[in-house]
């Protein structure tokens, strides 16, 4: 039986992996209106899952202005799909 991740299980940490496994890349201020978090909340969910390598974070400039663009790793990929299992499995009694 596939066991929760305790880095992945937190609500907006488990949101933020559920939006970026569906995009190839998503921008911090797209990840920070869907999740309605401040600046700093969103940048410590993201820099847990960065130090667990479950996502990449990425500057680069549009419209002359820097911006962050933040995807899932593949270790990141495998941890989220893992994390799922776990709960359906928590769902279904198995």
Request: one cysteine or more.
């Amino acid at each position: 039986m596939p066991e929760l991740d305790p880095i992945i299980h937190a609500p907006n940490r488990l949101r933020i992996c559920a939006m970026l496994a569906t995009s190839a890349e998503l921008d911090f201020r797209l990840l920070k209106a869907q999740l309605d978090v401040s600046d700093s909340v969103l940048s410590k969910q993201l820099k847990a899952l960065e130090d667990a390598n479950y996502i990449e974070a990425k500057k680069r400039s549009y419209n002359g202005r820097p911006r962050t663009w933040v995807s899932l790793t593949d270790l990141g990929q495998l941890a989220f799909n893992n994390h799922v299992a776990a709960l359906k499995s928590i769902i279904n009694n198995d």
